[in-house]
């Protein structure tokens, strides 16, 4: 992906969990353009050969995303968020539902051990995910995902 970016865009710079930042070359635009990568985002499912694990994109312009992509191959499902446009999935556009109340809004969650103790009842609510919790936190499906790595 580095590479393709690279040798599309070398003003662009790329950020990404494996191999850090890499600016773009200097010639007047310097890293206005920043693309961001994760590859495999779910590792734990990936290796385990659990189906819900994703490609991460985003591009931001100074520093402002402009444009988000999250691809899940074995699911087929890409949901794609540009600035100013609906979010698509799959190339048809989506929404968020309706809620008026903080009693009907969702919550996803890693773990359900992040709320042990006084808040363990609630935890039981939750559903465990990997990357399809991001894709909803992205395409506006739920307000809040809480992350958690031990």
């Known amino acids: 992906m580095r590479q393709l970016i690279q040798?599309?865009?070398p003003d662009h710079g790329?950020?990404?969990?494996?191999?850090?930042l890499m600016t773009g070359s200097s010639n007047g635009s310097g890293d206005s353009w920043l693309w961001v990568l994760d590859p495999i985002d779910?590792?734990?499912?990936?290796?385990?050969?659990?189906?819900?694990f994703g490609t991460l994109?985003?591009?931001?312009?100074?520093?402002?995303?402009?444009?988000?992509v999250i691809d899940q191959p074995i699911t087929k499902e890409r949901w794609v968020g540009m600035a100013g446009q609906?979010?698509?999935?799959n190339g048809r556009p989506i929404s968020v539902r309706?809620?008026?109340?903080?009693?009907?809004?969702?919550?996803?969650?890693?773990?359900?051990?992040?709320?042990?103790?006084?808040?363990?009842k609630v935890s039981r609510h939750f559903e465990l995910l990997a990357c399809t919790q991001f894709c909803q936190f992205l395409c506006g499906l739920t307000a809040?995902?809480?992350?958690?790595?031990?």
């Open 14 to 20: 790329v950020f990404g969990e494996e191999h850090g």
């Open 98 to 120: 309706q809620c008026g109340d903080i009693g009907n809004a969702y919550m996803y969650s890693t773990t359900p051990h992040m709320f042990a103790g006084k808040t363990e």
């Open 42 to 52: 779910g590792t734990k499912s990936f290796i385990t050969g659990k189906p819900l």
């Open 86 to 89: 609906p979010t698509m999935l």
């Open 144 to 150: 809040m995902n809480v992350q958690y790595d031990f």
């Open 57 to 68: 994109i985003s591009l931001l312009h100074n520093g402002t995303p402009v444009l988000g």
């Open 7 to 9: 040798q599309s865009f």
